[in-house]
């Protein structure tokens, strides 16, 4: 990924400088009223360029970091479900042993069965 990266940037560069050379005539562009700036069009484009390089990465570190915390909202959201599961575990585990101690107690059958699976 990084050598994809590394050629990407590497062409936008190139291709940058490029136009640079073809474009050195002086511009105008109006800011606001009454407010100019006159610089070559290399320099303007290379300036707007990076403008727009450094709010694409404002932008990612925001996404970066929403998506933090959205991986931490739902860490405790798996921990308390998973908490509750434990609860839930447990009582039925109860539950199973009191019905178990319910049911009619047959000695000798249970006695003669657990001897047939054993054996």
């Given amino acids: 990924m990084?050598?994809?990266n590394f050629v990407v940037i590497f062409v936008l560069s190139l291709a940058l400088v490029?136009?640079?050379i073809e474009n050195t005539e002086s511009v105008i562009i109006h800011i606001a009223h009454g407010l100019d700036v006159e610089a070559p069009l290399?320099?303007?484009l290379i300036i707007a360029m990076g403008i727009g390089a450094v709010l694409?990465?404002?932008f990612s570190v925001w996404v970066?970091?929403?998506g933090y915390f959205s991986v931490?909202?739902?860490?405790?959201?798996?921990e308390l479900?998973?908490?509750?599961l434990q609860q839930d575990l447990e009582r039925y585990r109860v539950e199973l042993e009191e019905q178990k101690l319910m049911l009619?107690?047959?000695?000798g059958k249970s006695t003669e069965q657990e001897e047939a699976f054993a054996g």
């Fill in 56 to 58: 694409a990465w404002v």
């Fill in 18 to 20: 490029l136009f640079a």
């Fill in 104 to 107: 009619p107690a047959s000695q």
């Fill in 2 to 4: 990084r050598q994809v």
């Fill in 42 to 44: 290399c320099v303007e």
């Fill in 72 to 78: 931490s909202k739902q860490k405790e959201q798996n």
């Fill in 64 to 66: 970066q970091v929403q």
């Fill in 81 to 84: 479900r998973i908490e509750q």
